[in-house]
């Protein structure tokens, strides 16, 4: 079985392109990202970077469904 799931890639740095702060996360200042993993060995299988709003309104699927399955058929 695979799990979708967002997680945030830590940023202690400076000048991080597409940096965010979500505070609902343990890690609230990083890159935000959309992963797919398999659930029984934990291996990471894919990954997108969340480019914000616009920017993953403009992926593919998004104009045919809703924001989660069109994430989960990329």
């Not at 940096?19 to 291996?43: D, F, N, Q, W, Y």
């Not at 593919?60 to 924001?67: I, L, R, T, V």
Request: charged share 25%.
């Amino acid at each position: 079985m695979l799990v979708l799931d967002e997680s945030m890639v830590r940023w202690e740095g400076q000048g991080m392109p597409g940096l965010m702060v979500v505070a609902r996360k343990p890690t609230p200042i990083g890159l935000e990202r959309h992963t797919l993993c398999c659930e029984l060995s934990g291996i990471l299988v894919w990954f997108e970077v969340y480019g914000g709003k616009e920017a993953m309104a403009l992926k593919k699927f998004n104009d045919e469904y809703p924001k989660s399955i069109a994430l989960t058929l990329r």
